[in-house]
């Protein structure tokens, strides 16, 4: 049974930074791990992906703030977020695609910039 197990969202102040973390498990290979947000009201968007030859993309928005990386040993992607501004402010969802094209959600995890 597959499963993705996301940590580290949380609350924050304007400037800080914070780190995610996802775990899968279950998958017999990844091709890539990502990272998505969605705030009120507005569009799930991506945040940043990599894949298994750690090719990375990442959101205009986050370009510059964000790292995105990942532990192939484990099947894990870390996502630290630096200069966190109050509009990245989300629930943030791990994703990954098989080398079939099947994709994966996590249940996602809160993060809160706010003084």
């Known amino acids: 049974q597959v499963q993705l197990l996301e940590s580290g969202g949380g609350l924050v102040q304007p400037g800080g930074s914070l780190r995610l973390s996802c775990a899968a498990s279950?998958?017999?290979?990844?091709?890539?791990l990502g990272w998505y947000r969605q705030a009120p009201g507005k569009q799930r968007e991506l945040v940043a992906t990599?894949?298994?030859?750690?090719?990375?993309n990442y959101g205009d928005d986050v370009k510059g703030r964000f790292t995105i990386s990942r532990e192939d040993a484990k099947d894990t992607v870390h996502l630290q977020m630096n200069s966190l501004k109050t509009e990245d402010t989300a629930v943030y969802y791990c994703?990954?695609?098989?080398?079939?094209?099947?994709?994966?959600w996590g249940q996602g995890t809160q993060v809160t910039v706010s003084s």
């Open positions: 994703k990954v695609v098989t080398p079939w094209a099947r994709e994966y």
């Open positions: 279950g998958f017999l290979a990844i091709n890539t």
């Open positions: 990599i894949t298994y030859n750690g090719h990375t």
